[in-house]
């Protein structure tokens, strides 16, 4: 018990000067002395003595101190570097240093106290996904994917449904994926069809004035036939023309080819 007192009388007086001893939060400690700091903005020009007090001045320019200090010189003033994604948000003054911030589309992933010192770019949603939740200055880009039955192209902020073609009177072309829309086009009919071709085989032979296709002339002079092989091969040429055409019309419904 005894030696047990004697332990704590010693603790007891050693915290008792060390207490006394220690210079006050606003004060440093210089060769024993406790001399006053600096306000914010200062630094330490001569340090105190016993008959006179720290000595202080301001920060030169592009240099600060934010906080009572006693430093000997102030310290550099932070650069926004552009390379790093940042941007100045607030200039750097004697009492605060600069505050930077993320350039446009880019996020801080560094901070120190109110100011970003490292940012980076905004993650982009891939086709298929969409944006979930915007990128902010401190937050990077959400992204989902979208269900079966809708799509996105990265950029929008919610899946949209496939278009519906039937619903437009129309006929679809190519199925919808995640990442694009049904393509829907217009059916051509068999009437269509075959009031184009009325109309091309009508052309083909206004066009040509120097073959009737209904008769072959047969000149009053000699009472002979004109020889008329020639005529009735383009005749027959146009006819072959037609059969071509007729059965590419019926290949294409056939396929159900639409345009």
């Not at 949209?160 to 217009?186: A, F, M, Q, W, Y």
């Not at 069809?193 to 009325?198: F, I, N, R, T």
């Amino acid at each position: 018990m005894i030696n047990l007192g004697i332990v704590l009388f010693i603790a007891a007086t050693l915290n008792f000067k060390l207490c006394f001893s220690a210079c006050a939060r606003a004060e440093y400690e210089v060769n024993g002395e406790c001399c006053p700091m600096c306000a914010p903005g200062n630094y330490v020009y001569w340090h105190c003595t016993v008959d006179t007090s720290t000595t202080c001045v301001p920060c030169p320019g592009s240099t600060y101190t934010d906080e009572l200090n006693g430093l000997h010189k102030c310290l550099p003033c932070s650069l926004c570097d552009s390379e790093l994604g940042l941007r100045i948000k607030k200039t750097c003054t004697r009492s605060a240093d600069t505050v930077c911030e993320p350039l446009e589309g880019s996020y801080c992933t560094e901070r120190m106290k109110d100011s970003c010192r490292l940012a980076v770019k905004h993650s982009e949603c891939q086709p298929g996904q969409y944006v979930k939740q915007k990128g902010t200055s401190f937050t990077n880009t959400v992204c989902d994917n979208c269900t079966v039955g809708t799509y996105s192209n990265g950029s929008f902020t919610v899946c949209r449904p496939h278009s519906n073609c039937e619903i437009e009177g129309l006929k679809e072309i190519k199925p919808g994926t995640i990442s694009s829309d049904v393509e829907c086009g217009k059916s051509v009919s068999i009437t269509s069809l075959l009031e184009s071709l009325v109309q091309s085989l009508l052309k083909r032979q206004a066009s040509d004035r120097s073959i009737n296709y209904y008769s072959v002339p047969i000149p009053e002079s000699d009472g002979q036939c004109e020889p008329v092989s020639e005529k009735l091969n383009c005749v027959y040429d146009n006819i072959f023309i037609c059969i071509i055409e007729i059965t590419i019309i019926f290949k294409l419904l056939r396929k159900q080819i639409i345009i």
